[in-house]
């Protein structure tokens, strides 16, 4: 599907916001109601929409996230396709992407306690290990997302998504967990649906709603694209640092969230220190930018290295149990 300038400036909008209504996107991308709705349902039937999701602050519900990256051996192609459906219908793994370069599979799993992160691992292990050269785990101290700006051109300032690491903990209430669990997979669904489904009233829904929003317990509403479908490639770089201070490290954040091409950055305990997410026309491309990054930032960049991100086979945010 080719896009035109009315679809990016809808995949802009929906970036920021993947629950805004009808009328109020309309009235961002200058289109009829009807002409919008039928773009919407194209690029949701073409796939270049995969979901439209929420952003919970799942570590406020006291979920920490473990990133297991493998670089496999001797697997044939069968084998590693049983060990990506194993990882898919798990339900403690929240991420799932094969990868070209350092490593060959990286995967998210979501856990309360670090012995229960152990247990989903250790029964992973025990199916596939002999197909694993190598591994490494990272622990995610701190994630943000940003809209996407290669979209459209303007002077906006970029939309920030985190995930409550800095919040206080919290317990949601039934009422609470029945409504976020209908729309975290789901932004866009509707509160009469919703109402539906949780027995509970439309106005019960719509207030909770707002008041998650207001308390910071929903942070967001965005889009999974396909990055295929875009014409993109997406490349994770895990960047090494030296001689690092707060007052670089945050200017070095705030030029990549100046960067149009940078979508994710998640700070690690790991053997390196950050991780950038980055959509590209080409990995040439990428690689133009991690140079300029390296030589503005010369001072605090020891090295990085990266990996291609073939396709993200699986992305869920947090259900809350």
């Not at 910071?216 to 201070?245: Q, R």
């Not at 930018?289 to 086979?313: N, T, W």
Request: charged share 35%.
């Amino acid at each position: 599907m080719e896009l035109n300038l009315k679809d990016r400036k809808i995949l802009y909008e929906l970036d920021k916001n993947s629950r805004i209504g009808l009328t109020g996107l309309a009235k961002k991308v200058h289109m009829s109601k009807e002409a919008l709705h039928y773009r919407l349902n194209k690029l949701v039937e073409e796939k270049v929409i995969l979901k439209f999701h929420t952003v919970p602050a799942h570590y406020r519900f006291g979920t920490i996230d473990y990133k297991v990256y493998l670089r496999l051996q001797d697997i044939s192609k069968d084998n590693y396709n049983q060990l990506i459906d194993y990882l898919i219908k798990n339900n403690d793994v929240f991420w799932v992407t094969p990868c070209n370069g350092r490593w060959d599979l990286i995967f998210g799993i979501r856990a309360t306690k670090m012995n229960e992160f152990f247990e989903i691992h250790d029964k992973l292990m025990d199916k596939f290990s002999k197909y694993v050269q190598e591994k490494e785990l990272s622990i995610s101290r701190r994630a943000l997302q940003f809209n996407r700006k290669w979209m459209v051109d303007n002077k906006e300032p970029r939309k920030e998504f985190d995930f409550g690491e800095e919040e206080d903990k919290i317990v949601l209430d039934r009422e609470d967990r029945l409504i976020l669990n209908q729309i975290v997979n789901n932004a866009r669904k509707k509160i009469i649906d919703i109402s539906k489904n949780t027995g509970l009233s439309v106005d019960v829904v719509t207030y909770r709603i707002k008041k998650m929003e207001k308390q910071k317990i929903i942070n967001g509403y965005k889009c999974l694209f396909n990055v295929d479908k875009l014409g993109l490639v997406a490349t994770k770089s895990f960047v090494y640092f030296k001689n690092i201070n707060e007052k670089r490290k945050q200017e070095f954040f705030d030029y990549l969230k100046r960067s149009k091409n940078s979508v994710n950055v998640v700070t690690t305990f790991a053997p390196w220190d950050l991780e950038i997410i980055f959509e590209s026309e080409s990995y040439e491309e990428y690689y133009k930018i991690m140079e300029k990054l390296k030589e503005e930032f010369s001072d605090i960049i020891k090295f990085y290295e990266s990996v291609l991100m073939l396709a993200e086979r699986k992305q869920e945010f947090d259900k809350t149990k």
